[in-house]
């Protein structure tokens, strides 16, 4: 391999391979459990799974292609980079076809070499591919059995977005049977649940963005601009982790912009001039291979807490670490939501803040006006993975609660992101200081001190074992460690031999 010329280091360069397992894996997770429910339900094992890849879009009416980015079903089922692609799985057989868009002469000239179907049939280790505009002909084909083939296209609600996933659509598909709702429950259930492949695509994804993010601290500095933070990280990942994508829209907020909670969109764009003594809070997480990570790291611009900002971090990490050490299969997320706002409502009594019972502040729903986010999302081939409220789960009612990503109990297999945090926000503290539930509860004073303050948030990607839970996240996160970090020290810190007893 070549070698490249790099203005810092980076131990995770070369990124690893793709295993070429993963996604055949995938496909025997969906074909096991699909067959499953189709035998509990009564039915024949037959028929064929069919789902459309993504189209490449242009920029309004211009001819300007953005950057394509496959549609996460479809990739999780066939990795397929390229757009315009479709993609089949034969119940019976368990045989995967891709079907490929026919491309014309022209391209070549412009886009480069037409790419014979053995390129993908070998690329993407698929039984057989064809054109799309062979599907009819070749699933009819292989149909077998009485009646129409029967197609079990991905149509089904994503209750983050709202937006329903689009089911596959060809000339010809009016000489098919159409099923439209077996199959989105059953092949979002399997990406809740990751397989080990997908854990080692999200771990790395987790340590070129962790690594990313510890450049950023150490290269930080009041008179910086926002987006230069943003620069930094986007640059390393993509220079040593060939991470093309970010999972979502870089968050880079310091000062009172912290308290924004998805600040970094086209009307606040990372663009404001860091000023000594401002908090920065920088969500960031690179996506490799399709996979996402989620990474919030909180710290000085100046490399060092004073106490207001000490109190606040602390109160949000002891929420963030009381959670992971409680995490296990069985334990319910709305009650980890609620014992993070709780870790945090007792920092802020025990720092002045607050006043009171905290009992009666959780009742009053006292912590969603400091945390108003629900605690984490599941995670995996999208930033907010589906599979939250499957089935008819409900959501809560409550603020703070209703905005939880997902209520369910957590399983060996999910990943999910751990993401208290503590804000000052204006639209949330005025109506709570004037409201007669919850005006008892403020220490007036101190609460104006921290008015601009901003926020805190601290977020981790975990994997759910069968016992607990791992951190994928390597960042710095005690006040001690992040200092040292900023100032220069290597990560992880390397302690002294003469620490705990040592000679």
Known sequence: MATVAMDSSSLLYPPPEVPKKLHIENREKLLKHLRESLVSSSRPSRGF??????EEQTRYCTDHEDIFRQESYFAYLFGVREPGFCGAIDINTGNSILFAPRLPSEYAVW???????????????????????????????????PGKPLLFLLHGLNTD???FSKPATFEGIEKFETDLKTLHPILTECRVLKSKLEISMIQYANEISSEAHIEVMRKVKPEMKEYQLESTFLHHTYFYGSCRHCSYTCICATGDNSSVLHYGHAAAPNDRTLRDGDMALLDMGAEFHFYASD?????????????????????????????????????????????????????????????????EMMAERLGSVFMPHGLGHLMGLDTHDPGGYLNGAERPKEPGLRNLRTSRDLMEGMVITVEPGCYFIDALLVPALDSPKTSKFFNRDAITKFRGFGGVRIES????????CVNMSKVPRKIEDVEAVMGGAPWPVKKSVFENGGS
């Open 49 to 54: 799974v069919l789902l459309q890849g993504g």
């Open 111 to 145: 886009m480069g070499e037409i790419k014979p179907l053995s390129h993908f049939k070998e690329t993407y280790t698929v039984n057989m591919v064809h054109y799309t505009d062979e599907i009819t002909e070749v699933l009819n084909n292989l149909h077998q059995g």
């Open 161 to 163: 977005s709202k937006n």
């Open 295 to 359: 990474i919030t790291c909180s710290f000085p611009v100046n490399g060092k807490f004073t106490s207001n900002q000490c109190l606040i971090y602390n109160a949000v990490l002891d929420a963030h670490d009381d959670v992971i050490s409680t995490m296990k299969p069985g334990v319910n997320w709305v009650d980890m939501h609620k014992l993070a706002e709780k870790c945090i409502l007792q920092s802020l009594k025990k720092g002045s803040l607050l006043v009171g019972d905290v009992d």
């Open 461 to 468: 990607d975990l994997y759910v074992t069968s016992d607990g």
